[in-house]
């Protein structure tokens, strides 16, 4: 019931929103369209109308006078980023298991506190998690909810959530399936019906399968495979993670080929220590994977080859993961981490230039998730997603190269204001239709209640 009037809520809210945008008309911007082969930076013009890019070229702008005008000499317009691969809810839990691999630090998350979360903490986590992803400037984020013990109302407030943070956003759904074949086929028809309302009226983006039938359901692998095909889902599967790991995860791919696994809508997650023989089957097969190189480094799983992969066709985009994997939400570290980690390991610095990372993070990423005729670059038709960079504030010296100062000199400081749909939500680093500081409030509250439960059930007290 709850969960009906919020949607109809969130109805209204969108519905009068999109409505009532007016044009507006971005001049002088230093822009970077991150559209296919377009790596030069010009200075022009971008028109906005209704949620969507209408115009934009070098120059002035020569057509019909928009209602508002932003004058954004000296700042560099870029798309919003994508984030490929997040974990929203564990924006509440940063800094945890800091000295653990993979497998330890879930023993000191999901397996320490995840039965204890009650009504309401999904939510404010998944809500956190999303606005503070928008601060930092990703528009667009692909949420891997993970239901943990969650009984499923609990379990959908991660949906719920996401519905109002305005970010846009893929829903990777995390089926129960200790649920019986009819049961798991009656649940996703249902969701597939109300994501396609959704679709119109919300933020939301998509469905997606997260398949996690490998790990502990095997027999319900395939049917989790079967249901994406069968309403043309995309799917996300962790894969080829944490280190020690690889000889049996590798074991595992004669069965991901055979239930189709490995196709043009499913991405892996990580996908570091593939051999030279799943790496080119998968991208023979058109799959791909989202490569997180500040989690990867926290714990520890490795640094995956992105130039080798490109170079074998495989589909590569970006995410930041889990906050409490990547403890900062922030696309410019990320592209950071992991191009100058590239850099080191293959000692030479073309390796990995900075409009190809930014790309990366941006439009190779839409593109995995199959958006990318919605998002993920400037270009007319698609949303007016974007940010609005400002490289004096902080100072950054003089702009040699738009694309060099984004990725090697600017910070989630230098966003001025970040737009979805053509409506700000943040501006100066502040989210403007939430209060942050009751939202963070109350997350400490509910973490500490799941810590004392915890901790008076005898569970080892993870940090
Ligand atoms: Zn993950």
Same mark, same amino acid.
């Given at each position: ?59 002035? @702008? ?6 508002? *005008?932003?004058?954004?000499? /000296? ?8 984030? $490929? ?124 399968? /997260? ?48 239930? $189709? ?78 191009? @100058? ?33 919605? *998002?993920?670059?400037?270009?007319? $038709? ?35 204001? *970040? ?15 939430? /209060? ?28």
């Amino acid at each position: 019931m709850r969960s009906c009037k919020l949607i109809i809520c969130i109805l209204t809210l969108f519905c009068w929103q999109y409505a009532a945008q007016a044009s507006t008309l971005i001049k002088n911007a230093t822009i970077l369209t991150l559209a296919e082969g377009d790596d030069k930076p010009f200075v022009g013009y971008m028109v906005f109308d209704k949620g969507h890019i209408i115009a934009l070229g070098k120059g002035e @702008y020569q057509g019909k006078a928009s209602d508002s *005008v932003i004058d954004a000499s /000296n700042k560099i317009l870029m798309p919003g980023f994508l984030s $490929g691969h997040s974990h929203l809810w564990q924006s509440a839990f940063r800094g945890i298991a800091a000295d653990k691999e993979l497998y330890p630090w879930l023993q000191a998350l999901h397996w320490t506190y995840g039965e204890y979360f009650d009504t309401g903490d999904f939510y404010n986590f998944t809500l956190h998690g999303a606005l503070d992803q928008l601060t930092h400037g990703i528009t667009t984020t692909y949420n891997h909810s993970q239901r943990l013990s969650a009984t499923e109302p609990h379990y959908l407030e991660s949906l719920e959530a996401s519905l109002v943070a305005g970010q846009h956003f893929i829903f990777g759904y995390n089926a129960n399936l200790a649920l019986s074949e009819k049961e798991l086929r009656s649940t996703f028809a249902n969701l597939v019906k109300k994501t396609a309302e959704l679709k119109k009226k919300t933020p939301m983006l998509a469905l997606s399968v /997260n398949a996690v039938g490998y790990h502990q359901y095997q027999d319900k692998f395939p049917l989790e495979m079967q249901i994406a095909k069968q309403y043309g889902l995309i799917a996300q599967i962790h894969y080829l993670e944490q280190y020690e790991r690889r000889f049996t995860d590798r074991k595992q791919w004669p069965m991901f080929m055979k239930d $189709g696994a490995v196709d043009s809508n499913i991405s892996y997650a990580h996908f570091i220590h593939p051999t030279d023989r799943i790496l080119k089957e998968a991208a023979e097969h058109g799959a791909s994977m989202i490569w997180n190189p500040l989690s990867n480094g926290r714990l520890a799983s490795g640094l995956s080859d992105i130039p080798k992969y490109l170079e074998a066709g495989l589909g590569v985009g970006m995410g930041v993961d889990g906050a409490a994997s990547a403890d900062i939400a922030d696309p410019f570290e990320n592209m950071r981490m992991g191009m @100058y980690a590239l850099r080191m390991q293959h000692k030479n610095a073309s390796v990995m230039v900075p409009i190809e990372v930014l790309r990366l993070h941006t439009l190779k990423t839409a593109k995995v998730l199959k958006v990318d005729k919605l *998002v993920g670059s400037l270009e007319p $038709g698609k949303y007016a997603d974007f940010l609005i960079v400002d490289p004096a504030r902080p100072g950054t010296g003089a702009v040699f190269d738009a694309a060099a100062t984004l990725v090697f000199a600017c910070s989630a400081a230098n966003i001025e204001d *970040v737009y979805v749909a053509g409506e700000k939500l943040v501006e100066n680093g502040t989210a403007l239709k939430y /209060n942050m500081a009751d939202i963070q409030a109350e997350l400490v509250k509910r973490v500490d209640q799941i810590r004392g439960q915890a901790k008076a059930d005898g569970k080892a007290e993870a940090l």
